[in-house]
Protein backbone atom coordinates (compact mmCIF):
# COMPACT_ATOMS: atom_id res chain seq x y z
CA UNK A 1 0.00 0.00 0.00
CA UNK A 2 1.05 3.36 -1.24
CA UNK A 3 0.12 6.43 1.09
CA UNK A 4 0.59 10.23 0.69
CA UNK A 5 -0.20 12.25 3.60
CA UNK A 6 -0.17 16.49 3.26
CA UNK A 7 0.42 18.61 6.13
CA UNK A 8 0.84 22.44 6.16
CA UNK A 9 -2.44 23.92 5.17
CA UNK A 10 -4.61 26.33 7.56
CA UNK A 11 -6.06 29.67 8.04
CA UNK A 12 -3.95 32.71 6.53
CA UNK A 13 -4.56 36.33 5.52
CA UNK A 14 -3.87 37.53 2.13
CA UNK A 15 -0.50 38.03 1.74
CA UNK A 16 0.71 35.60 4.03
CA UNK A 17 2.34 32.21 3.30
CA UNK A 18 1.88 28.55 4.10
CA UNK A 19 4.63 25.97 3.45
CA UNK A 20 2.53 22.43 2.50
CA UNK A 21 4.47 19.00 2.67
CA UNK A 22 3.51 15.84 1.69
CA UNK A 23 5.33 12.49 2.23
CA UNK A 24 5.43 9.01 0.87
CA UNK A 25 5.27 5.79 2.36
CA UNK A 26 4.52 2.32 1.70
CA UNK A 27 5.67 -0.22 -1.05
CA UNK A 28 7.43 2.34 -3.13
CA UNK A 29 10.01 1.06 -5.61
CA UNK A 30 9.81 4.56 -7.75
CA UNK A 31 8.56 7.96 -8.21
CA UNK A 32 8.35 9.82 -11.08
CA UNK A 33 6.47 13.09 -11.19
CA UNK A 34 5.43 15.07 -7.92
CA UNK A 35 2.90 18.10 -7.57
CA UNK A 36 0.18 19.93 -6.18
CA UNK A 37 -3.26 20.25 -7.04
CA UNK A 38 -5.99 22.38 -5.82
CA UNK A 39 -9.87 22.11 -6.12
CA UNK A 40 -12.03 25.35 -5.14
CA UNK A 41 -15.52 25.18 -4.35
CA UNK A 42 -17.87 24.23 -7.47
CA UNK A 43 -14.63 24.28 -9.37
CA UNK A 44 -12.77 21.61 -10.95
CA UNK A 45 -9.54 20.21 -9.93
CA UNK A 46 -6.33 22.16 -11.15
CA UNK A 47 -2.67 21.72 -11.51
CA UNK A 48 -0.83 24.21 -9.28
CA UNK A 49 2.77 22.58 -9.57
CA UNK A 50 4.77 19.78 -10.35
CA UNK A 51 8.09 18.87 -9.84
CA UNK A 52 10.05 15.50 -11.92
CA UNK A 53 12.56 13.26 -10.59
CA UNK A 54 15.10 15.49 -11.37
CA UNK A 55 14.17 18.62 -10.35
CA UNK A 56 12.40 20.40 -13.37
CA UNK A 57 9.30 22.13 -11.80
CA UNK A 58 6.33 23.27 -13.85
CA UNK A 59 3.76 25.30 -12.84
CA UNK A 60 0.14 27.02 -13.36
CA UNK A 61 0.85 30.67 -15.07
CA UNK A 62 -1.46 32.27 -11.60
CA UNK A 63 0.65 30.82 -9.98
CA UNK A 64 4.66 31.83 -11.07
CA UNK A 65 6.38 34.37 -9.01
CA UNK A 66 4.43 33.30 -6.27
CA UNK A 67 4.50 29.65 -5.46
CA UNK A 68 7.86 27.32 -5.41
CA UNK A 69 7.63 23.66 -5.55
CA UNK A 70 10.84 21.35 -4.14
CA UNK A 71 11.27 18.29 -3.37
CA UNK A 72 13.53 15.75 -0.99
CA UNK A 73 13.56 12.75 -3.19
CA UNK A 74 15.35 10.59 -0.02
CA UNK A 75 12.27 11.97 2.10
CA UNK A 76 10.24 10.80 -0.68
CA UNK A 77 8.86 14.11 0.10
CA UNK A 78 6.88 17.29 -2.14
CA UNK A 79 6.67 20.30 -0.66
CA UNK A 80 4.87 24.23 -1.70
CA UNK A 81 6.29 26.82 -0.43
CA UNK A 82 3.10 29.62 -0.80
CA UNK A 83 3.85 33.34 -0.64
CA UNK A 84 1.68 36.56 -1.84
CA UNK A 85 -1.10 34.32 -0.64
CA UNK A 86 -4.97 35.97 -2.17
CA UNK A 87 -7.93 34.65 -1.66
CA UNK A 88 -8.91 33.71 -4.69
CA UNK A 89 -6.12 30.38 -3.71
CA UNK A 90 -8.58 29.34 -0.99
CA UNK A 91 -8.84 25.62 -1.81
CA UNK A 92 -8.23 21.92 -0.93
CA UNK A 93 -4.60 21.15 -1.86
CA UNK A 94 -3.95 17.48 -2.79
CA UNK A 95 -0.73 16.19 -2.70
CA UNK A 96 -0.14 13.59 -6.28
CA UNK A 97 2.58 11.56 -7.07
CA UNK A 98 3.11 8.96 -9.87
CA UNK A 99 4.59 6.03 -8.17
CA UNK A 100 5.98 2.57 -9.39
CA UNK A 101 5.31 0.10 -6.30
CA UNK A 102 7.54 -2.43 -7.63
CA UNK A 103 10.36 -2.63 -10.58
CA UNK A 104 7.83 -4.88 -12.26
CA UNK A 105 5.01 -2.84 -11.74
CA UNK A 106 4.13 0.45 -13.88
CA UNK A 107 3.58 3.71 -11.98
CA UNK A 108 -0.12 4.96 -11.16
CA UNK A 109 -1.57 7.91 -9.57
CA UNK A 110 -1.96 8.65 -6.14
CA UNK A 111 -3.40 11.03 -4.21
CA UNK A 112 -3.60 12.75 -0.93
CA UNK A 113 -6.37 13.20 1.62
CA UNK A 114 -5.98 16.98 0.71
CA UNK A 115 -5.11 20.00 3.27
CA UNK A 116 -7.93 22.60 3.65
CA UNK A 117 -5.64 26.30 2.45
CA UNK A 118 -7.97 29.47 3.31
CA UNK A 119 -7.22 32.95 2.60
CA UNK A 120 -8.99 35.88 4.43
CA UNK A 121 -9.25 39.13 2.73
Known amino acids: QVQLVESGGGLVQAGGSLRLSCAAS????????MGWYRQAPGKQRELVAS???????NYADSMKGRFTISRDNAKKAVYLQMNSLKPEDTAVYYC???????????????WGQGTQVTVSS
Open 96 to 110: NAEIASSFFAPSRDY
Open 26 to 33: GSIFSINT
Open 51 to 57: ITSGGSA
